[in-house]
């Protein structure tokens, strides 16, 4: 059903670190929601990515699970789409080594996640360092067309896109899909709530920064009602003079889909109290539907473990002749498997 639809191939993914964020909503999952019905999808729960930080085995374990019934309960489609763990098919980290043959330290220093989490660079990890190239490889095995993400993952696409045609111009041929990113104009960069310069994370400890896709709705209201604004009284978009309301305006345009010119009329000279009141009962409104499927679907392990792995083993056959025209190119010894 997936595989060859004749539809162009949207392909994305998310870590399970930390909590999904309505940053993570509205820069990536509801996008990709939004675009299953005009693309061929594949959607990543990117565990190999998660491990660059050190996870404690429980909650990754745990979480993981969270991450996929979340998705499910957005609305991906795991029938028409496929939605797998990054862990379970080995083609991610084979393509991954291969790629890091091709790629440059100066430019993954360049990286300004790596330069962001590995404030000592001598004791970072080396997966940390080489996450952009397991993130290019996640896309370059699918012969991905579109990318859809938060603008903080441009940088990486771009080297994926740099990759891909390194590797296709040093074969010249045609081994690896040039993806385009699709970076949505409203929500690219939701901010946290307390520090509005600085992207929502879900690696954030201090909760009161990001509002988790299943927090309940009074922990939603106390959270945007303390957000940070300023000084005065102006509902205005100014993102640089005005940041935490701009974030706060982003996040009622993204739930209520009003432009920025129409959100200005409709608050002028209001203040920032009921404005505020607004875009928390606009979040837990729309946040109640997926949180009651969620809740509906967290504890049934037969049916997401189901999902997994027919996931799992769809992405393994499309992963296949990607690695296989590499192989070829590079000039290994085609594998004489049986089965
Ligand atoms: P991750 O797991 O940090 O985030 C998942 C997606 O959410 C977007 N996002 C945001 N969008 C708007 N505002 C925010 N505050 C915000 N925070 C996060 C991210 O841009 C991302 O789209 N490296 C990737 C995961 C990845 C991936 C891939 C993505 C691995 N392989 C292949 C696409 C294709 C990451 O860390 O995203």
Same mark, same amino acid.
């Given at each position: 059903?997936?595989?060859?639809?004749?539809?162009?191939?949207?392909?994305?993914?998310?870590?399970?670190?930390?909590?999904?964020?309505?940053?993570?909503?509205?820069?990536?999952?509801?996008?990709?929601?939004?675009?299953?019905?005009?693309?061929?999808?594949?959607?990543?729960?990117?565990?190999?990515?998660?491990?660059?930080?050190?996870?404690?085995?429980?909650?990754?374990?745990?979480?993981?699970?969270?991450?996929?019934?979340?998705?499910?309960?957005?609305?991906?489609?795991?029938?028409?789409?496929?939605?797998?763990?990054?862990?379970?098919?080995?083609?991610?980290?084979?393509?991954?080594?291969?790629?890091?043959?091709?790629?440059?330290?100066?430019?993954?220093?360049?990286?300004? $996640?790596?330069?962001?989490?590995?404030? %000592? &660079? +001598?004791?970072?990890? #080396?997966?940390?360092?080489?996450? !952009?190239?397991?993130? =290019?490889?996640?896309?370059?095995?699918?012969?991905?067309?579109?990318?859809?993400?938060?603008?903080?993952?441009?940088?990486?696409?771009?080297?994926?896109?740099?990759?891909? $045609?390194?590797?296709?111009?040093?074969? %010249? &041929? +045609?081994?690896?899909? #040039?993806?385009?990113?699709?970076? !949505?104009?409203?929500? =690219?960069?939701?901010?946290?709530?307390?520090?509005?310069?600085?992207?929502?994370?879900?690696?954030?400890?201090?909760?009161?920064?990001?509002?988790?896709?299943?927090?309940?709705?009074?922990?939603?209201?106390?959270?945007?009602?303390?957000?940070?604004?300023?000084?005065?009284?102006?509902?205005?978009?100014?993102?640089?003079?005005?940041?935490?309301?701009?974030?706060?305006?982003?996040?009622?345009?993204?739930?209520?889909?009003?432009?920025?010119?129409?959100?200005?009329?409709?608050?002028?000279?209001?203040?920032?109290?009921?404005?505020?009141?607004?875009?928390?009962?606009?979040?837990?409104?729309?946040?109640?539907?997926?949180?009651?499927?969620?809740?509906?679907?967290?504890?049934?392990?037969?049916?997401?473990?189901?999902?997994?792995?027919?996931?799992?083993?769809?992405?393994?056959?499309?992963?296949?002749?990607?690695?296989?025209?590499?192989?070829?190119?590079?000039?290994?010894?085609?594998?004489?498997?049986?089965?």
């Amino acid at each position: 059903m997936t595989a060859n639809s004749g539809k162009p191939v949207l392909l994305s993914g998310s870590a399970p670190s930390g909590i999904l964020t309505i940053g993570n909503y509205i820069g990536a999952v509801r996008n990709w929601v939004q675009m299953q019905q005009d693309y061929d999808c594949i959607f990543i729960l990117v565990d190999l990515h998660a491990i660059t930080v050190r996870q404690d085995p429980k909650e990754l374990l745990q979480r993981s699970y969270q991450f996929i019934a979340q998705y499910l309960a957005c609305g991906l489609d795991p029938e028409h789409h496929i939605l797998f763990a990054q862990s379970h098919v080995p083609g991610h980290s084979q393509l991954a080594w291969l790629l890091n043959c091709y790629t440059q330290m100066g430019q993954l220093s360049r990286m300004t $996640q790596f330069k962001d989490k590995a404030q %000592n &660079a +001598e004791k970072a990890n #080396v997966g940390l360092f080489a996450y !952009p190239t397991l993130m =290019a490889a996640d896309i370059l095995l699918y012969d991905a067309d579109l990318v859809p993400v938060g603008e903080d993952q441009k940088q990486h696409l771009e080297l994926t896109r740099d990759l891909a $045609q390194r590797v296709n111009n040093i074969y %010249n &041929a +045609e081994i690896f899909k #040039v993806p385009e990113p699709y970076i !949505p104009k409203v929500g =690219a960069r939701i901010m946290s709530l307390q520090e509005p310069t600085k992207k929502m994370s879900k690696s954030d400890k201090a909760e009161t920064n990001y509002i988790a896709l299943l927090d309940e709705p009074k922990r939603i209201k106390r959270k945007i009602m303390r957000a940070v604004t300023d000084s005065g009284e102006e509902i205005k978009w100014d993102p640089e003079g005005k940041p935490g309301v701009a974030n706060l305006m982003s996040i009622h345009s993204a739930f209520s889909g009003k432009s920025f010119a129409e959100i200005e009329r409709a608050y002028g000279g209001q203040g920032y109290g009921g404005f505020k009141g607004d875009v928390a009962e606009l979040v837990v409104e729309s946040l109640a539907p997926i949180q009651k499927r969620y809740h509906e679907i967290i504890d049934d392990k037969v049916y997401l473990n189901n999902v997994l792995r027919d996931g799992a083993e769809r992405a393994c056959v499309r992963s296949q002749p990607a690695l296989q025209r590499f192989h070829d190119a590079i000039g290994f010894i085609p594998a004489q498997l049986h089965g």
